[in-house]
């Protein structure tokens, strides 16, 4: 059984050639980022290349037409008046994103080790050890913590 109409077949029909867009690099006043967590209302929480947690807004016109999901790369806006707020005015694809790693401006999967390893370092710090279990290895012992609370 094929399928015979819809969008897709029109968009096919004459050759579809994907749109490119240009890669949007960081001025002053932005940073790159990685959103860490969705804080709902349009915010999220992103750390940023400068090794800083920011609360940051969607920006309007990409609320209902860009969603934003934890790990995605960003390009944040930096307030004058609030370090620890920014706005985000681009998300970055994964293509988009190893583009600007390989071009050696910034390097995302390094900046979301970090992200990732402060915010382990952050619950750890809030909750305590109580979410931890010991194995016991034969030479060695680790401590496991169970980060699925994040």
């Known amino acids: 059984m094929s399928h015979r109409g819809g969008k897709n077949k029109r ?5 579809f050639v994907p749109r490119v867009r240009e890669l949007k690099e960081c001025e002053p006043e932005q940073e790159y980022g990685i959103v860490t967590k969705l804080l709902g209302n349009c915010r999220v929480e992103c750390y940023c290349s400068d090794d800083t947690h920011r609360v940051c807004h969607i920006r309007g016109s990409m609320q209902k037409r860009i969603w934003i999901r934890a790990g995605d790369v960003v390009l944040v806006s930096l307030r004058d008046f609030d370090n620890s707020k ?3 005015i681009h998300q970055y694809t994964s293509s988009e994103a190893e583009h600007l790693r390989q071009s050696k401006k910034f390097d995302p999967v390094a900046l979301q080790n970090k992200a ?3 915010v382990n370092i952050n619950h750890v710090l809030e909750h305590g050890l109580t979410d931890q279990s010991v194995v016991q290895n034969d030479n060695e012992s680790r401590i496991e913590i169970d980060f699925s609370t994040i």
């Open 11 to 15: 968009k096919h029909k004459n050759g």
């Open 86 to 88: 920014g706005d985000i």
């Open 116 to 118: 990732m390893s402060s």
